[in-house]
């Protein structure tokens, strides 16, 4: 199928709306399905139809995302499911950059190199 972000047909718009949708309602969020006592899984950004994007569990576990859309939970609670853990062992949302962009600065107190210089 070919990229339908730039197409105007009913059908492409509402399949863009979806992702769009949902790719926002998970923006720093965990995932849990429907159902009681289910797990909180990752979410990990997928391709979906024509090269859109839809969350989905971080594990692999197989769910059809169109009735995944609008059916899990956008859950800001830790993530529980053992195969998310194995895959990122840190089940916190990573924080974003907000400054521009700056890379952090690796202060490592171990390397000397610098302070031989002035020695020599």
């Given at each position: 199928?070919t ?32 159902g ?52 990122d ?32």
């Amino acid at each position: 199928m070919t990229n339908i972000e730039h197409r105007r047909d009913p059908t492409s718009l509402a399949l863009r709306a979806i992702s769009e949708r949902e790719c926002a309602r998970f923006r720093n969020r965990n995932l849990r399905q429907p159902g009681k006592g289910r797990r909180v899984h990752a979410v990990e950004l997928r391709e979906w139809i024509g090269g859109l994007k839809m969350p989905t569990p971080a594990c692999h576990q197989p769910v059809d995302p169109v009735s995944l859309a609008g059916g899990s939970e956008a859950v800001t609670q830790r993530v529980d499911c053992e195969r998310c853990l194995t895959r990122d062992p840190n089940p916190f949302t990573p924080l974003t950059v907000i400054d521009g962009g700056q890379l952090t600065l690796d202060f490592d107190t171990d390397d000397d190199s610098c302070g031989d210089t002035a020695e020599r």
